[in-house]
């Protein structure tokens, strides 16, 4: 079997997801991170930490530095339809 790499830039997430743990605070997440608790002792899925500037999604979620922006629109393959040619 092939295990799926789950990758997440939130070490707080991956640390509950790793924690057998059951805390208070988090009676929102409880079904998701058993589920995913599960898949981990299984063997099924990874967990590995993917660096805020290499996580594409994070410039349709968050505010980053122009630099990480042009570079994410690049890998994106995304192109300004206005710029003049």
Same mark, same amino acid.
């Given at each position: &079997? *092939?295990?799926? =790499?789950? $990758?997440? #830039? #939130? +070490?707080?997430?991956? &640390?509950?997801? $790793?924690?057998?743990?059951? $805390?208070? /605070?988090?009676? $929102?997440? @409880?079904?998701? /991170? %058993? %589920?995913?608790? @599960? #898949?981990?002792? +299984?063997?099924?899925? !990874? %967990?590995?930490?993917? *660096? !805020? @500037?290499?996580?594409?999604? =994070? ?7 122009? /630099?990480? %922006? #042009? =570079? &994410?629109? =690049? *890998?994106?393959? &995304?192109?300004?339809?206005?710029? !003049? !040619?």
């Amino acid at each position: &079997m *092939k295990v799926m =790499d789950l $990758h997440c #830039n #939130n +070490k707080a997430a991956i &640390m509950i997801a $790793h924690n057998p743990i059951q $805390h208070d /605070r988090m009676k $929102h997440v @409880e079904v998701d /991170r %058993f %589920f995913i608790q @599960e #898949n981990i002792d +299984k063997g099924c899925i !990874s %967990f590995p930490f993917v *660096k !805020s @500037e290499d996580q594409l999604a =994070d410039i349709l979620t968050k505010g980053v530095c122009g /630099r990480i %922006f #042009n =570079d &994410m629109i =690049d *890998k994106l393959g &995304m192109i300004d339809i206005y710029a !003049s !040619s």
